[in-house]
């Protein structure tokens, strides 16, 4: 038995878990940088722009700082990044030019092993940038409540949301010209889901199509967990991403099927 | 001769020109895959910036507005505008100098379908840069009328910042392109972006003013080449910039810009020439 039948256990979809940890151990620089960008996003805009926006009414009213708002904001944006960058591009080369998942089928794995174990390397992958994000918080002082530990199972919970619905879409992509949509809506995402300004900026009748965003439901959800700002409707963040996954992971897992196995 | 050879078109006055500068075929070729997928290309490189400049100029400008009356003495959305308009360019210009440039030598290979004509490799290198000029002059004009629109330019040397944005995006063009074609693999190229790219785009006086950088940090953003650019564009949209402060920035980039086509040249005929 080889150790990583050992450390990951006998299930299949594990195997494919194994495989990217293995391709990516020789390109870790390319890995360990995917870190970088939102920390770069928290200095540039938290600490630097914050300075120049002061502080903004926090839950209950009190006072936060502008960085202590960003930051769990680029928690869960580096959750969806780590996420989606797994489920759209490398898999999209993957299915369609590296023919890795045709090698994998030939092997006792189903297709539901391949979706399951891209979801879960993607979902690994979003846990470990969301624990140095959080190790980064807490070194700044930018964890005030206990509740922040429960901010990592929240980012692997946007991860799974993320990565099941970026898999889903993928498998309807034709070629990388279409992956201009995929940056087509993530900017925005990123961009205009409360993530740099609190949804009382926006015109009433947009606030709403905020609330729908996905990445929106994650940062309130990191928020809160963050600021200790606990209430029932962290119920309904955690449900929306859930579902929103788990209706990705079966498309995915059926289209897959029929393209891979026709 | 039994066997005319047919005339395709009549000699326009571009053959004419491009028959004295063989570059300008390069950059048609560009231009003529270009028009295949202009509408998505087109859409996502107006559109990124304008999404930039609506959130953070409008949005978060409005809670530096609420906090303090200015920014170096004009509103938020005023500052950042042509930090957007400089970054935008210098993130365009790296991603299409440094894929692209290795498919054309490694991937796909046209760059040397290209000088197997009487192109020459200097011309492929120069015939791109010309490309991504002509592509940088469009997004930049058109994020130029919206600013203004939206109130983010208040002086008329505003039209400046469209040259002053593509100078910009050749700094940046010009050494990335020779960089990558030199190279035999894409694994660095992700590195570039995320250890050099994203970090000039945010600390380059593009979302606040350098001085709020620590002590030690300040003299490493003068030495970005971004930095230049974004005075440069801040100084045209703003009307407050100094002839000697534009010459001096202007002078960096160029200098920058004519060292990248010396060493563009030099790796683009070790790989192309015959």
Same mark, same amino acid.
Not at chain 1, 36 to 53: D, K, N, Q, R, T
Not at chain 2, 40 to 69: E, H, I, K, Q, Y
Not at chain 2, 181 to 196: C, E, N, T
């Given at each position: 038995?080889?150790t990583?039948v050992?450390?990951l256990g ?17 390109m870790w ?7 970088l960008?939102p920390?770069?996003?928290l ?12 502080d903004?009414?926090g839950?209950g009213?009190?006072?936060?700082s ?19 960058f797994?489920?759209?591009f490398n ?16 092997t006792?794995l189903?297709?539901?092993d391949v ?8 979902m690994?992958?979003?846990?470990l940038?969301a624990?140095?994000?959080?190790v980064?918080?807490?070194a ?9 530990v429960l901010?990592?199972?929240a980012?692997?919970?946007?991860g ?11 498998t309807?992509?034709?070629?990388f010209?279409?992956?201009?949509y ?7 995402l990123f961009?205009?889901?409360a993530?740099?300004?609190?949804l009382?900026q ?10 729908i965003s996905p990445?929106y439901?994650?940062v ?18 955690t ?9 990705g ?6 289209r ?7 | 001769?039994?066997?005319t +050879?047919? @005339?395709?078109?009549?000699?326009s *006055?571009?053959?004419a ?5 063989p570059m300008?075929?390069v950059?048609?070729r ?6 295949r ?5 087109a ?12 959130a953070?100029?409008v949005?978060?400008?409005?809670? @530096?507005?609420?906090?303090r009356? =200015? ?5 938020y ?8 308009? +400089? ?5 365009a210009?790296?991603?299409? =100098?440094?894929w692209p ?6 991937? &796909? ?26 592509r940088?002059?469009?997004t930049?004009s058109?994020? @130029?009328v919206v600013? +203004? ?28 392109? *020779?960089y990558?074609?030199?190279?035999? =693999?894409?694994?660095?190229f992700?590195? &570039?972006?995320?250890v ?6 945010l600390?380059?006086g593009t979302?606040?003013p350098?001085?709020q950088l ?12 971004l930095w230049?650019?974004v005075?440069?564009?801040r100084?045209?949209?703003t009307? =407050? ?9 202007? *002078?960096?980039l160029?200098? &920058?810009v004519a060292?990248g ?5 030099r790796?683009?005929?070790a790989?192309?020439?015959?």
């Amino acid at each position: 038995m080889s150790t990583a039948v050992a450390m990951l256990g006998p299930r299949r979809a594990l195997r494919v878990v194994e495989h990217n940890a293995r391709a990516y151990l020789r390109m870790w620089p390319v890995f360990v940088s995917g870190f970088l960008e939102p920390a770069f996003y928290l200095f540039s805009i938290g600490i630097g722009v914050g300075e120049l926006v002061g502080d903004l009414p926090g839950p209950g009213g009190s006072p936060i700082s502008y960085k202590l708002f960003v930051a769990p904001a680029m928690l869960a944006t580096s959750a969806m990044n780590g996420a989606v960058f797994d489920t759209t591009f490398n898999f999209f080369f993957h299915f369609k030019y590296a023919k890795t998942y045709d090698g994998m089928l030939a092997t006792p794995l189903s297709v539901r092993d391949v979706a399951r174990g891209e979801l879960t390397w993607a979902m690994l992958r979003c846990g470990l940038y969301a624990t140095a994000f959080l190790v980064t918080m807490w070194a700044l002082d930018l964890t005030p409540s206990g509740w922040s530990v429960l901010a990592l199972p929240a980012a692997l919970l946007i991860g799974f949301g993320f990565g099941g619905v970026g898999m889903g879409l993928t498998t309807y992509m034709r070629s990388f010209v279409d992956f201009e949509y995929v940056t087509l809506a993530i900017v925005p995402l990123f961009l205009f889901s409360a993530t740099f300004f609190p949804l009382s900026q926006y015109p009433a009748a947009l606030e709403w199509v905020v609330r729908i965003s996905p990445l929106y439901q994650g940062v309130a959800l990191e928020r809160a967990l963050i600021l200790g700002d606990m209430g029932p409707e962290l119920l309904l963040h955690t449900a929306y991403l859930g579902a929103v996954g788990w209706f990705g992971l079966r498309v995915a897992g059926r289209r897959l099927g029929s393209l891979l196995q026709p | 001769m039994t066997d005319t +050879a047919p @005339v395709i078109h009549d000699r326009s *006055a571009f053959d004419a020109l491009a028959e004295a500068v063989p570059m300008l075929r390069v950059a048609e070729r560009e231009a003529r895959v270009w028009r295949r997928f202009w509408r998505t290309s087109a859409l996502t490189s107006v559109l990124m910036p304008l999404l930039f400049l609506g959130a953070m100029g409008v949005g978060l400008g409005g809670l @530096v507005d609420d906090n303090r009356s =200015s920014v170096e003495g004009v509103d938020y959305l005023v500052f950042v505008a042509p930090g957007i308009l +400089a970054a935008t360019a210098m993130q365009a210009a790296a991603g299409e =100098s440094l894929w692209p440039v290795m498919a054309g030598m490694k991937w &796909i290979g046209t760059f040397h379908a290209a000088a197997a004509t009487p192109v020459s490799p200097p011309d492929v290198f120069g015939g791109r840069l010309l490309w991504i000029a002509a592509r940088h002059a469009m997004t930049a004009s058109a994020f @130029v009328v919206v600013a +203004a629109l939206l109130g983010a330019i208040p002086s008329p040397w505003g039209v400046l910042a469209v040259p002053a944005a593509v100078l910009t995006g050749q700094a940046f063009a010009a050494p990335l392109s *020779a960089y990558a074609g030199g190279q035999d =693999s894409d694994i660095p190229f992700p590195l &570039i972006m995320r250890v050099g790219i994203v970090p000039m785009f945010l600390f380059s006086g593009t979302f606040f003013p350098v001085d709020q950088l620590p002590d030690w940090l300040e003299p490493v953003a003068w030495v970005s080449p971004l930095w230049h650019g974004v005075e440069l564009c801040r100084g045209a949209t703003t009307g =407050s910039l100094g002839v000697a402060s534009a010459a001096g920035h202007t *002078a960096f980039l160029v200098g &920058i810009v004519a060292g990248g086509c010396w060493w563009g040249a030099r790796t683009f005929t070790a790989r192309l020439a015959p």
